[in-house]
């Protein structure tokens, strides 16, 4: 089922409706029930992976826990590794892997007589999966203890608001809500549902949008030069953000309508002033995992400035693969890899550099200048993110640099109607004014979020008749462009 | 928690209050937007016609409507419409057998395409969106999209939403220019121009090539059926009509529609007439000279 859906309509205030009315004791039961609907309707029979691994994770944990030595319970943490990785490994990669050996034996012309699978990839893999690795390795390290209570686990690895695009949890923050009783609270609830509306805005209005202008694009990438590569790359960095933080702000909205506080996954990323800084505020809940579970066991960056370096890349590397089985992904994250490790190999250099500079780096023109500079560098490397292969990445990254006269000259005199193809890119301009529209409202709200706090608060303390005139305005814009298409989230095929 | 419902119900009731008019504006400027009116008129009662005619461009350009009702005698209607596929002609058929019941219907097959997946014959969502204030219409999205029909039945502005960007250019700009897909007569059917021919001279006629079946799709298979049985059951004389086109002969097509359709539904090819290139506009589509002589033919093969 898709938080976009009309099905989602129905069901979201049933369960939640349900929630309040059953006992306390009963609740994790229903919840667990309406996680694996949730799940269940939309992919069927992909549910019993997902109750593979809660058993396997649960098994493993309960051994784990009664073994005193981390020696005791390697084995037990292997196994959980390896039954997670391997479910990983065979739905995710395998393909990508088995084609990549094929076509290098063809190469050596060395007959290669391993199939292809033709298996579906189960929505949100990579989600719940390292959610329970990071159980299994947090009750191997001695940092949890094992949860004993199979229904409260099976609940850790299914709850559905976040179950197939995150924020990836650790136990250690939600198995204990599950455990405690949540009571009806307006104020809670009513936040929950305004977050709610706020990501179904971002994904509606804005991400739905944009998706078919970059499909317009990625169609026939030959017949776009540099102005419309750039621009469609701007506004997919827009999409990507929108699609997958409108997910975000839908589960962490549904959970906390239910008492349920999930953390913070976006922290609007285009205030950030550097790669780093980006992805410091970017899936915050994945990049956390990659350093706790990657980074730190690597020796962080306490082992030399080498090791630091070759940390992160080993980071943006398993970070391009998590994201998928592509040599574009691979390469798109090795080159934001490649983009942290020379910014803080140049630190010296900067900041010698700013010496000079004076006082201009404290102005505001200065940080605003940084802004965009992370945020075109992000946009362009982007390019490998929403292409198909590399030979498309390939021609858009060479287009990137050519025809810039010809799209300016076709956008002011628009000969026929040139406007709607390089600067609409196949919409009309109506659209396209909408659109635009939309992303000052969202830059507006960030712009208020990252120097005054809480737009809630601010909006809290309006009058009320400005507050429901600008709830209904939401809701009805919301209603007017959610269109015959629910087009998926994008994460959900990682 | 009772003033958290009864502060949704309001915000609910609201809401409906509210998005009731911006929907309704939003169906009237689509309406007007349009200059093919041909649905608009089915469904305000202008459209009883005896005879229908279904298909694509092919039917659109290639039959002269007032012509083959002068020939038979009869109210004739042209409901072809360009780049649509056999799924549009079902649901298309559905809609009009809404409202009334032909007499007869003729459903012009394509030739090499009609069963093949084609980019250039669509499930002309665009064509039905401006007229789904009408329920068969909706019916139809509902079935082919994924339009959500009881949410449209709740709301207007959901229901309409598709219409809106082009229901402003009403508003501002007014009604669309007309074209060689939207020029429709008095009897729904757009001419091409007899002056000017787009003929591509190298396609050899004499060339042939046998029919695939492997191409074809279950789901214009299961159409085609559809239209059948709904034809049978309602009591709808159906024929299907192939139109003459310059391109190499299709050999054991009209077996295969005797095939699919059985021996009781009459098949008209036509697909080997009028060979002069003084009656095609392109080596697919008749010109209005052509769709004057198709009509005659028509007409004479019904007449029998």
Redesign the interface.
Same mark, same amino acid.
Request: hydrophobic share 55%.
């Given at each position: 089922m898709l938080f976009n859906s009309i099905e989602f309509l129905y069901f979201f205030p049933l369960v939640v409706g349900l929630y309040f009315i059953l006992p306390f004791r009963f609740r994790w039961l229903f919840l667990l029930l309406a996680s694996y609907t949730f799940y269940g309707l939309a992919n069927g029979l992909l549910l019993l992976l997902i109750v593979a691994s809660t058993l396997i994770d649960y098994l493993a944990g309960i051994k784990m826990d009664d073994i005193d030595t981390k020696k005791g319970r390697k084995p037990f943490v292997i196994l959980s590794l390896i039954s997670n990785l391997g479910i990983l490994c065979l739905f995710k990669y395998y393909n990508f892997f088995n084609d990549s050996f094929a076509n290098l034996f063809q190469l050596l012309n060395i007959p290669y007589l391993i199939p292809s699978l033709s298996i579906a990839l189960p929505v949100g893999i990579s989600f719940y999966t390292f959610q329970t690795m990071s159980y299994s390795i947090d009750v191997y390290k001695g940092k949890i203890k094992a949860e004993k209570h199979l229904g409260y686990f099976a609940l850790y690895v299914t709850y559905f608001p976040q179950l197939v695009a995150g924020p990836i949890e650790k136990a250690s923050n939600l198995l204990p809500q599950f455990k405690t009783k949540q009571h009806f609270d307006y104020k809670r609830i009513t936040d929950g549902l305004k977050l709610m509306t706020w990501g179904f805005f971002k994904k509606v209005v804005i991400a739905d949008q944009i998706s078919p202008m970059i499909k317009y694009v990625t169609d026939s990438p030959e017949q776009f030069n540099g102005f419309s590569v750039l621009l469609c790359s701007c506004l997919f960095v827009y999409q990507i953000y929108c699609d997958f933080s409108a997910y975000s702000d839908i589960a962490i909205g549904g959970a906390q309508v239910m008492g349920v506080k999930l953390m913070e996954n976006f922290r609007r990323p285009f205030f950030a002033k550097s790669l780093s800084d980006l992805w410091s505020r970017w899936h915050i809940s994945l990049i956390n995992w990659f350093q706790e579970y990657i980074f730190f066991p690597l020796g962080g960056s306490k082992k030399g400035r080498r090791k630091a370096y070759r940390n992160v890349m080993i980071v943006f590397l398993v970070s391009g693969l998590w994201h998928g089985a592509s040599y574009n992904f691979l390469i798109w994250g090795l080159l934001n890899g490649l983009v942290i490790v020379l910014t803080l190999r140049l630190t010296k250099l900067k900041s010698a550099a700013n010496k000079k500079v004076g006082s201009f780096i404290n102005s505001v023109w200065y940080r605003r200048f940084l802004r965009v500079k992370t945020y075109i560098i992000f946009a362009i490397l982007g390019i490998l993110f929403y292409t198909n292969d590399l030979n498309s990445a390939n021609l858009l990254g060479e287009s990137l640099f050519q025809g810039w006269t010809d799209d300016i000259r076709g956008i002011l005199m628009n000969l026929e109607n040139e406007r709607s193809h390089i600067l609409y890119l196949g919409k009309s301009a109506i659209q396209f004014i909408a659109l635009v529209l939309a992303i000052f409202i969202l830059e507006w709200v960030h712009y208020f979020q990252e120097y005054n706090g809480s737009m809630r608060e601010f909006v809290a303390t309006k009058p009320a008749l400005v507050r429901w005139l600008l709830y209904i305005g939401v809701t009805l814009i919301i209603m007017a462009f959610s269109f015959d298409q629910e087009i998926p989230f994008i994460y959900f095929q990682f | 928690?009772k003033? @958290?419902i009864y502060k949704i119900l309001l $915000?609910i009731l %609201? %809401?409906f209050l509210?998005?009731k008019p !911006?929907g309704y504006l939003v169906s009237q400027g689509i309406l007007e937007r349009q200059y093919d009116q041909r649905l608009e008129k089915l469904f305000a009662g202008e459209i009883r016609s005896e005879v229908i005619i279904l298909g694509s461009s092919r039917s659109l350009n290639g039959i002269d409507a007032g012509q083959l009702g002068e020939k038979l005698g009869q109210t004739i209607y042209n409901f072809g419409f360009s780049g649509s596929n056999l799924n549009f002609h079902e649901s298309l058929f559905n809609i009009i057998s809404n409202v009334y019941i032909p007499n007869k219907v003729l459903l012009v097959i394509d030739d090499k395409n009609a069963f093949k997946l084609n980019e250039k014959a669509i499930y002309r969502?665009d064509k039905l969106y401006p007229f789904i204030q009408y329920d068969a219409v909706l019916k139809e @999205?509902a079935n082919n *999209?994924?339009?959500?029909y009881?949410?449209s039945k709740v *709301?207007w @502005?959901?229901r309409e939403?598709?219409n %809106? !960007?082009e229901s $402003?250019?009403f508003y @501002?700009k007014g009604q669309l220019e007309p074209d060689e897909t939207t020029n429709v007569d008095e009897f729904g059917f757009v001419s091409l121009s007899s002056k000017k021919s787009h003929l591509i001279n190298s396609v050899n006629r004499n060339l042939s090539f046998e029919y695939d079946i492997f191409e074809e799709q279950p789901t214009y298979l299961a159409s085609l059926k559809k239209i059948i049985k709904s034809c049978n059951q309602l009591g709808v004389n159906l024929y299907l009509v192939r139109l003459p086109s310059i391109n190499a002969k299709l050999v054991g097509y009209n077996k295969r529609l005797t095939d699919l359709v059985g021996g009781n539904i009459p098949i008209l090819d036509f697909s080997n007439e009028l060979q002069d290139e003084r009656y095609h506009f392109d080596n697919g589509h008749l010109n209005s000279k052509g769709a004057k002589a198709m009509a005659n033919l028509i007409s004479q093969s019904i007449t029998k």
């Open positions: - | 928690m003033k @958290l $915000f %609201i %809401i509210v998005e !911006f969502k @999205l *999209s994924n339009k959500n009881l949410a *709301s @502005l959901y939403n598709q %809106i !960007f $402003f250019n @501002l």
